[in-house]
């Protein structure tokens, strides 16, 4: 049984979705999203219209995010993992 089946994820009804035409649709506006924003690689993380290029682990993400505001919110001051994710077997990378 494959992941979206133990989750209880209806697979036909999300591929009928997704082939249709709200999965089109919504498929087409993340396109002009990405082309607006100059996205061209999955994950793109821009943050107030700048394109992160920093570590890909948890806490250089939210080190971003925080460094974005003007009064970061005290969930800046948790510390986040530091260990970069690795692809399983098979996944893109």
Do not use: H, W
């Not at 992941?3 to 209806?10: E, F, K, L, P, T």
């Not at 089109?24 to 924003?37: G, P, Q, R, V």
């Not at 995010?65 to 970061?72: Q, R, T």
């Amino acid at each position: 049984m494959n992941v979206s089946a133990r989750a209880g994820i209806d697979i036909a009804k999300s591929t009928a979705c997704a082939s249709g035409p709200e999965g089109i649709s919504l498929l087409k506006a993340d396109e002009a999203d990405s082309n607006k924003n100059g996205a061209s690689g999955s994950p793109t993380l821009i943050i107030n219209g700048v394109t992160y290029s920093g570590a890909r682990t948890p806490e250089a993400y939210k080190q971003a995010i925080c460094n974005s505001f003007e009064n970061a919110p005290a969930e800046c001051n948790t510390t986040l993992s530091t260990t970069q994710a690795t692809n399983a077997a098979g996944a893109c990378g």
